[in-house]
Each structure stands twice: as C-alpha cells, then as structure tokens.
C-alpha cells in the first residue's frame, strides 16, 4: 500500500490536518502505527476523538480485495511461450522480475520448455517476445542442448534463423562457481549488453538447468547437512532475486521430483494430525488429475519460500492420436524421434499435464502438452478433475490454537524453539482441553 499523506486526505479537515503536521505526523503509517493515547496527546485532540479520525482514515484509504487476475503488474514485462494454452495457464507468459521453478520428472520436458523459452524471449514485441537475449547455464553436459535448439528454431511455426539465434550455454557444475557467476560473469554481461548500442538484444531470460543437481547430497556430501544446505538455499534465492528485480530478468530454473508415500489412514497418526505431507499438496505437487501427485518437487520446505511461482510438468498414461491437434496448424510438425515409416495419423502421442502450483502472477491452473520436433505444443486440459476441497479428516475450522517461542542458550549455541497446539474443547467446563494437533520445531545456529 501507497503511504499516503495525511494533507491529501479528504476525511480530514484543515485544523485537524495541521494539529498532525505540527506533531510531525504526516503519513499514514505514522498515524496508525502508532498507540492512539500517544497520538492524541502530541496532537492535543481528545482520545475518543482520535479513535474517530483513525476509523475516518482507514475507511478512506480501504480498497476493496482484488482477485490476482486484477492486479496491475507495475514494472513487469511478458513474453509468451509460443503456446497460447500454456500462455494462458501461467497467466500470460513469463513474466521479468520474477523467479520461476519448473519441477518434473525425467523426461517430462522440462529442458524441451526451457530451450523453447530461450528462443520466444528472442521474438519482437508485436509477435509476443522481448526481443531479448537468454543465458542458459547447464549443470551437466549437454551436447545435444545446441542441436535441439536448432531443431526448434527450424520446426516451431512461430520461429526462424531470422528472429532467433542459440543462446549463451555454459556448463557450471557447483553451486560455488555459480554464487561466483551471479556476482561476476552474468551481471557484467547483462551490463554489457544495457550499455551497447541500441538495437542489441537485452538480457531478458536467465535458465538454470537444473538447479536441484546444485544441493544434490550424492554429488556433493555436505548438502546431507540439511541445515547447512538449507542456508545456501536462502542465498541462492537471495541472489536470483535481486539480480531478476535489477536487471528485469525473468529467471526460470528447473528442478527434479521424487516419488511420494502415500501415508495408511491411521499409521502412526495422531486423530487430526496435520502433517507436512498433508501441507506439502499445496506447494509441492499438483492434484488436477488422478496420479499427478506420485510426485512432488524436491528440496524441501525452505525453497519453495524462495519461489515467486513453481510449475509441475508430469507424464501420466494418456495418449493423444496426432490428427486432434488441430492438424491444419500444426500439419507440417513432426514428432519427436519418430520413425521414418510411422503413420502421421495414426500415431499416438503420450499426453502430458502442466500445471502451476503457485504463482505471484496467476491462480492454479493447468493444461495438457505434447512434445514434438517444434518443441512443446498446449492445449485444454481434459480428463476428471480431483476437486480441491479440504481432505475429509481435517475439520471444517480449526479450533483454538497457541503458539508459543521460547530463547534458551545451549553452550555456545541459541536455540530457538517454537510450539504450536491447536486443542478442541472438552465437554467438562473445568477439564483442560485435549490436544488436537500439536508440532515443535527447533533451530539453533551460534552466536
């Protein structure tokens, strides 16, 4: 919210606006966040008649709640996919400024987007793009990476050699050396390309593929440490933030999954126990169809806090004959490693779900994909949705809670320790209620 001046408020008048600047309150914020007897007095307004004006200035400066789709994106910019489908899922493209995850399991496409965003971001304005440049780093080696690219460029109907060019590929296999290039080698090549001539593209797109191999524990052993790992966590977002907000670049990173557990009803579970499994649907793996959630996005709780938006792309068992994707539009593309005596028509291609989880952008949404030479083609969702009410063993509303902190030195560590019991009432008026759920969480770092 804007801090607006008191001297520009309608609700108040002239005398009163002066008995505020003369006490040296001219904002707002300084108005309310201060104790009302306190205002009152440097004011010399009566308490009663103070409460009254707050209530007049918090009524003028109130605004109506407004869903995301309303939102102005101030300062942003947006550059499409190439699909319309997946456009209108992620809210109408991607967006600059903002960190992006896309999650998935192998083979699910992740690379195969990325690349294709690294060449939309290149297109002119009027056909969707930036007319920016892209930064592809790799955390393994990827010789194919340059040769996929051109297959793209040659068989996507909204791309050519004229409008599109290979991006900057590296491969940096730590995330030390990439600390090192987010405070060296990027920005100075985001610089460079703001200080040259006009009519050079602009850095517009930053692609980290995958960052889940940067906390790999079997390639590097101290991430075992989850501590220690969930510290370089929190910089990593850190850096990626304030370079995206900087330089308005749109960081899209992609990241691995792991198979869930689904937990036995009544295993080791407290009656009304809400567990991080339970938490975890919300922001770590999609519920638009049956079997989308056999996975979920891995690195823990303290990432996604890092994330402005997380996408999941899932292969499921779905097929799709080639002649419903709207064959007068996309007759000229050719499947991804098809044999050379395959039927077009008949051919059946694995249908594939996108879906976003969150988003500063957009609400949850999802759609259906396909991959072929052109890259990843969208389109509406189809199947049974699961519907996205409340499990049935949690309550309808929850019932009185406490949260507690406790500081207490342990030798020459602080440990912080934080308690949260949600209880139910009992029957007996004079009976302590009995814990319905309760969870304590401990952290301890040096002094």
């Not at 801090?3 to 002066?18: G, I, M, N, P």
């Not at 407004?66 to 102005?72: G, H, K, N």
């Not at 419903?324 to 005596?341: F, I, K, M, T, Y």
Request: hydrophobic share 35%.
């Amino acid at each position: 919210m804007d801090d607006w001046k008191l001297a520009d408020l309608e609700c108040l008048s002239t005398a009163q606006k002066q008995a505020f600047a003369k006490a040296s309150i001219l904002t707002a914020s300084n108005l309310l966040v201060r104790r009302v007897p306190e205002v009152a007095k440097k004011c010399k307004i009566p308490v009663a008649e103070m409460e009254d004006l707050i209530d007049l200035v918090c009524q003028e400066l109130y605004q109506s709640p407004r869903t995301i789709r309303t939102v102005d994106r101030i300062g942003e910019e947006v550059f499409t996919t190439g699909e319309r489908y997946l456009d209108e899922t992620l809210g109408g493209g991607i967006r600059t400024g903002m960190v992006w995850e896309i999650a998935g399991e192998k083979n699910a496409g992740k690379t195969q987007l990325a690349l294709q965003l690294s060449l939309t971001v290149q297109l002119p304005p009027e056909e969707g793009g930036l007319y920016g440049a892209a930064y592809y780093i790799s955390t393994r080696d990827q010789p194919q990476v340059l040769e996929r690219l051109q297959q793209i460029i040659d068989h996507h109907p909204r791309l050519s050699p004229y409008s599109c060019t290979l991006p900057q590929h590296y491969t940096v296999s730590s995330f030390p050396l990439f600390r090192d290039m987010l405070h060296d080698n990027i920005p100075k090549y985001a610089e460079e390309l703001y200080a040259s001539t006009p009519g050079r593209k602009r850095l517009k797109l930053l692609v980290i593929d995958a960052v889940s191999d940067f906390f790999d524990a079997d390639r590097e052993p101290k991430y075992e440490d989850i501590v220690f790992r969930a510290r370089h966590l929190r910089l990593a977002g850190s850096l990626l933030h304030q370079f995206a907000s900087e330089f308005q670049v749109a960081v899209v990173m992609l990241a691995g999954t792991r198979a869930t557990h689904p937990r036995v009803d009544g295993q080791d579970k407290s009656p009304g126990e809400l567990r991080y499994s339970d938490q975890a649907r919300w922001f770590s793996r999609g519920y638009s169809l049956d079997g989308e959630d056999a996975n979920e996005a891995i690195l823990g709780h303290v990432w996604p806090n890092q994330l402005n938006a997380r996408i999941t792309m899932s292969r499921t068992t779905r097929e799709r004959p080639r002649n419903a994707l709207d064959p007068e539009a996309r007759r000229l593309r050719v499947p991804h490693e098809q044999s050379a005596g395959q039927a077009l028509d008949d051919e059946k291609l694995p249908l594939r779900r996108f879906s976003v989880l969150f988003s500063s952008a957009a609400p949850a949404a999802s759609c259906d994909y396909a991959i072929l030479d052109g890259g990843v083609i969208a389109f509406p969702a189809e199947g049974q949705e699961r519907p996205q009410s409340t499990p049935e063993e949690w309550p309808a509303t929850l019932p009185p809670s406490t949260l507690s902190f406790s500081l207490e030195r342990e030798g020459s560590q602080w440990a912080l320790r934080a308690s949260l019991s949600i209880s139910e009432s009992s029957a007996e008026p004079a009976a302590p209620p009995s814990p319905w759920y309760q969870q304590s969480l401990s952290y301890a770092t040096n002094p």
